[in-house]
């Protein structure tokens, strides 16, 4: 099992350039999530999927949209970059709420620059 | 938004040392999730507590959930250079999805 997978891993875009980042997980779980990681803000929690065609906003979600393409991938849009935007993403995984213990498994991130 | 105290924010121990750290919550959580970070990678899950007072262990790792349900702590004992990264706590509350990251404690062992 490759678990959750990002493509792709490095990207700088100009100011204004839209672009998708992909995630997939082969584990079968029903929610995903995309995070943004900053130096010393840990983790923020962009959008959610709670499950297959469902979306909802997290803590930081101006700028972005999300699409749950179906149970395995959800993709996060920048539709007008910023450089407030550089960033590293994160999308994560786990089982529906109440169903296991809804632990959050990580991929390995995408590096976004924002020029 | 809301997000975890932290502490310590960085580590500089040596080799074989014992690490304690620890995370604080104005909020009762029903679930504690610790995780490792290396340098261009995600998180890793390592220890999940999901019981007031649980004390857990993978390895030379012990998490305990702390009683009062705000706090949860994190050993490392006889600590070795592959320690070395970033360690993240993260808090849920019953009934929701989202986990509340803390910001990191950063450890580096000098060998």
């Known amino acids: 099992n490759a678990g959750v997978t990002q493509t792709p891993k490095f990207q700088v875009l100009k100011t204004g350039q839209s672009m998708t980042l992909q995630c997939a997980q082969d584990m079968n779980h029903n929610s995903m999530y995309w995070y943004r990681q900053d130096p010393g803000m840990g983790l923020r929690l962009i959008y959610y999927s709670a499950s297959e065609g469902t979306t909802d906003k997290g803590e930081v979600p101006n700028g972005y949209n999300v699409s749950r393409l179906n149970k395995r991938e959800f993709s996060l849009r920048l539709e007008s970059a910023a450089p407030s935007q550089t960033s590293v993403y994160f999308c994560?995984?786990?089982?529906?709420?109440?169903?296991?213990?809804?632990?959050?498994?990580f991929g390995p991130g995408t590096r976004l620059t924002v020029l | 938004g809301q997000q975890l105290n932290q502490s310590p924010q960085s580590m500089f121990i040596q080799e074989g040392e014992d690490v304690s750290m620890n995370c604080t919550s104005s909020?009762?959580?029903?679930?504690w999730l610790w995780y490792k970070q290396e340098p261009g990678e995600g998180p890793v899950l390592l220890i999940a507590?999901?019981?007031?007072?649980e004390l857990t262990s993978n390895g030379r790792l012990t998490a305990q959930f702390g009683i009062t349900r705000k706090d949860s702590f994190l050993n490392i004992s006889a600590s070795i250079p592959s320690d070395v990264g970033i360690y993240f706590c993260a808090g849920r509350t019953s009934g929701t999805y989202k986990y509340i990251f803390g910001t990191g404690t950063r450890l580096k062992v000098l060998a």
């Open positions: 507590l999901y019981k007031a007072g």
């Open positions: 909020s009762i959580f029903n679930t």
């Open positions: 994560a995984s786990s089982e529906a709420l109440g169903v296991g213990n809804n632990e959050q498994f």
